[in-house]
């Protein structure tokens, strides 16, 4: 029904950048959200930053200043630029869509399959 691809993971020392992309398909009717979060082994999920489909941003703290979400309306992509990586940056980044598909009276919330980055010292 609705897919979320992630792409742009990999291997990176500290204090070098990777570019994340997520794009969506499938009957969607309208986005209100997207946004990234990342899973450490043994930790909860967190939030890392999320943008609406009219451009307002939030980040968690601790990356703030050094990634920036943004989005392609038009392709339905969200992107996750990381810049300054550090080791505790490390997680399997997933991409979240809050959306109307095309029969839903309400938005729900969507899942990609996960990308691995890892930063080593």
């Known amino acids: 029904q609705v897919q979320l691809v992630e792409s742009g993971g990999g291997l990176v020392q500290a204090g070098g950048s990777l570019r994340l992309s997520c794009a969506a398909s499938g009957s969607i009717r309208r986005i209100n959200a997207m946004g990234w979060y990342r899973q450490a082994p043994g930790k909860q999920r967190e939030m890392v930053g999320s943008i609406t489909s009219g451009g307002r941003t939030n980040y968690i703290e601790s990356v703030k200043g050094r990634f920036t979400i943004s989005a392609d309306n038009a392709k339905n992509t969200v992107y996750l630029q990381m810049n300054s990586l550090k080791p505790e940056d490390t997680a399997v980044y997933y991409c979240?869509?809050?959306?109307?598909?095309?029969?839903?009276?309400?938005?729900?919330?969507?899942w990609g399959q996960g990308t691995q980055v890892t930063v080593s010292s």
């Open positions: 979240n869509g809050n959306l109307y598909v095309v029969s839903d009276y309400s938005p729900r919330n969507y």
